[in-house]
């Protein structure tokens, strides 16, 4: 009895969201096919131009517009950003530095402080009871 390997494929948008790029600006075979995981891995080990240049210059998807300026999606939306921003866009915000970006990167800094004294408030529990 042989074991057949299946392909495992994902539709474009996940592979999109997994290589951490907004889907609309890849290339057109791209977004019409599908990725098998062995296509995603080489795309990720040796990224073609286009990813490069997705990468580097955008548009970005929410995640990764978040992730640069340093709040959360909901905090983009709250600003006023519901649309991707390449990194040009991105530089100009951090350098205005608006009212809602200082408040929710505030608002961030204080969710990652909580969630480290959590971090630490149940790693002493765990140490009492074990």
Known sequence: MTSHQN????KPA????KLGVYLE?????FREGVVSRAELNALQADPPQWLQDLRRN????R?????RLGV????LARGG???????EQIDALREERPEWLEREQATQAEVRKEAERIK????ERAKQTG
């Open 25 to 29: 600006a890849t290339p057109a075979e």
């Open 81 to 87: 950003i519901t649309e991707p921003l390449t990194t």
């Open 120 to 123: 630490q408030r149940d790693a």
């Open 58 to 61: 955008g548009p970005h998807p």
């Open 7 to 10: 392909t495992q494929t994902m």
């Open 63 to 67: 995640p990764v517009v978040a992730s």
């Open 14 to 17: 996940t592979a999109a969201k």
């Open 72 to 75: 959360s999606i909901a905090g």
